[in-house]
């Protein structure tokens, strides 16, 4: 295991009596001091992942290891590991102070040293002079600040995050979106934060794993899994995608819409069918006769800081452009876009044999040019 390496999972599956896995064979790493988010839909495995890490859950198959050591048999207590659930898990009896105090307690540490490790956890998440404050008497956010005090004031090398932001306004969750990573860059220990929410996703982490059907489907940075998804779902889940059905005529020439384009893409067979990504904000709108697509407008909508626009080309086919210019429903327009724009993707592939692809390629040419 890499130095690196605070959490590892080996070939981990963990499934209920005769139902299919909730997690299946899942193998990965989680570097110290980084900014994960487990996301995808209901009931992929994300929060599997997090109660395998906390020791809520014991794995049905496979190996867990956390700062190098075995941890599937070590109970949840005796991990160095705390979560922030979604709830917050307040206690509603016990006032600011209490609340965080409650594990150094346990803990039975000096009054004194309690004290000053609550004040200093407090200070971390912008809670100074809040200690006698009841729970009632605080806002959603500052409950969660709260939560989150009385999680790492104990330390951990992990913190973990279940969905703490959902019960939140849109305002206030963007704002404590802001805080939470300028609180894990100033704390300077892991995070691994579950959600269902793209943009949230794309906003806060060093590192995205996306899952679906308790398998990580892809895992990189924001950027690599926007930019360049390994697979349909990946593309649809991540924003919003113009999904189309190609042929890869050869390497950087490939055919959709009824037309050849040129792209960026090689290491496919020739003629293979592929699928192509386009994402809406990347096509611009041109006169028709300037346009490499030619498409008839069929709706608009306002969306605040763009318009989405829904159009169909003359095989039928619909696309989707989010653009800050105004048209007319019925208006015959050109699409403009530029190679880097055009993401061709193998039906099927894993992203193991995608790096695996993309590094035979790269060897044929390197090979090549020798």
Same mark, same amino acid.
């Given at each position: 295991?890499?130095?690196?390496? /605070?959490?590892?999972?080996?070939? #981990?599956?963990?499934?209920?009596?005769?139902?299919?896995? #909730?997690?299946?064979?899942?193998?990965?790493?989680?570097?110290?001091?980084?900014?994960?988010?487990?996301?995808?839909?209901?009931?992929?495995?994300?929060?599997?992942?997090?109660?395998?890490?906390?020791?809520?859950?014991?794995?049905?198959?496979?190996?867990? $290891?956390?700062?190098?050591?075995?941890?599937?048999?070590?109970?949840?207590?005796?991990?160095?590991?705390?979560? #922030?659930?979604?709830? $917050?898990?307040?206690?509603?009896?016990?006032?600011?102070? +209490?609340?965080?105090?409650?594990?150094?307690?346990?803990?039975?540490?000096?009054? +004194?040293?309690?004290? &000053?490790?609550?004040?200093?956890?407090?200070?971390?998440?912008?809670?100074?002079?809040?200690?006698?404050?009841? /729970?009632?008497?605080?806002?959603?956010?500052?409950?969660?600040?709260?939560? %989150?005090?009385?999680?790492?004031?104990?330390?951990?090398?992990?913190?973990?995050?279940?969905?703490? =932001?959902?019960?939140?306004?849109?305002?206030?969750?963007?704002?404590?979106?802001?805080?939470?990573?300028? =609180?894990?860059?100033?704390?300077?220990?892991?995070?691994?934060?579950?959600?269902?929410?793209?943009?949230?996703?794309?906003?806060?982490?060093?590192?995205?794993?996306?899952?679906?059907?308790?398998? /990580? &489907?892809?895992?990189?940075?924001?950027?690599?899994?926007?930019?360049?998804? /390994?697979?349909?779902?990946?593309?649809?889940?991540?924003?919003?995608?113009?999904?189309?059905?190609?042929?890869?005529?050869?390497?950087?020439?490939?055919?959709?819409?009824?037309?050849?384009?040129?792209? #960026?893409?090689?290491?496919?067979?020739?003629?293979?069918?592929?699928?192509?990504?386009?994402?809406?904000?990347?096509?611009?709108?041109?006169?028709?006769?300037?346009?490499?697509?030619?498409?008839?407008?069929?709706?608009?909508?306002?969306?605040?800081?763009?318009?989405?626009?829904?159009? $169909?080309?003359?095989?039928?086919?619909?696309?989707?452009?989010?653009?800050?210019?105004?048209?007319?429903?019925?208006?015959?327009?050109?699409?403009?876009?530029?190679?880097?724009? %055009?993401?061709?993707?193998?039906?099927?592939?894993?992203?193991?044999?995608?790096?695996?692809?993309?590094?035979?390629?790269?060897?044929?040419?390197?090979?090549?040019?020798?």
């Amino acid at each position: 295991m890499s130095n690196q390496a /605070i959490i590892r999972f080996e070939k #981990v599956t963990k499934q209920y009596d005769e139902d299919p896995p #909730v997690l299946n064979d899942v193998s990965f790493e989680m570097e110290r001091g980084r900014f994960y988010t487990l996301l995808g839909p209901s009931g992929c495995g994300k929060t599997t992942i997090l109660r395998l890490i906390a020791g809520l859950i014991e794995p049905t198959s496979g190996k867990i $290891y956390i700062d190098g050591k075995l941890v599937n048999d070590v109970p949840a207590n005796k991990r160095q590991v705390n979560t #922030v659930f979604q709830d $917050y898990a307040l206690f509603p009896h016990l006032n600011v102070f +209490e609340n965080v105090a409650f594990g150094l307690r346990i803990k039975k540490l000096k009054k +004194e040293e309690i004290k &000053q490790k609550v004040r200093e956890a407090l200070r971390f998440v912008n809670l100074e002079g809040y200690e006698n404050r009841e /729970i009632k008497e605080m806002s959603g956010g500052q409950r969660q600040r709260v939560a %989150i005090a009385r999680a790492i004031v104990n330390e951990p090398e992990v913190l973990l995050l279940d969905e703490p =932001l959902s019960a939140l306004d849109l305002k206030l969750r963007t704002e404590m979106q802001y805080e939470l990573r300028e =609180l894990q860059q100033r704390l300077g220990i892991t995070f691994v934060f579950v959600t269902h929410d793209q943009e949230e996703a794309l906003a806060m982490s060093d590192e995205i794993f996306v899952l679906n059907n308790g398998v /990580i &489907q892809q895992r990189g940075t924001p950027t690599d899994i926007y930019d360049e998804p /390994i697979n349909r779902f990946v593309a649809n889940f991540i924003g919003e995608s113009n999904i189309l059905k190609g042929r890869m005529i050869q390497d950087y020439l490939v055919e959709f819409a009824g037309k050849q384009f040129t792209c #960026v893409d090689g290491g496919f067979n020739p003629n293979e069918t592929v699928e192509i990504v386009i994402r809406p904000e990347d096509l611009e709108i041109t006169p028709p006769e300037k346009g490499k697509i030619q498409v008839k407008v069929d709706s608009q909508l306002f969306r605040g800081v763009h318009y989405e626009i829904c159009c $169909y080309d003359q095989q039928g086919t619909e696309w989707i452009i989010h653009t800050t210019k105004k048209v007319n429903v019925g208006d015959d327009i050109g699409l403009y876009f530029e190679p880097e724009a %055009i993401h061709v993707m193998r039906i099927g592939e894993t992203e193991e044999e995608f790096d695996a692809r993309l590094e035979a390629y790269h060897e044929q040419g390197v090979a090549n040019e020798g």
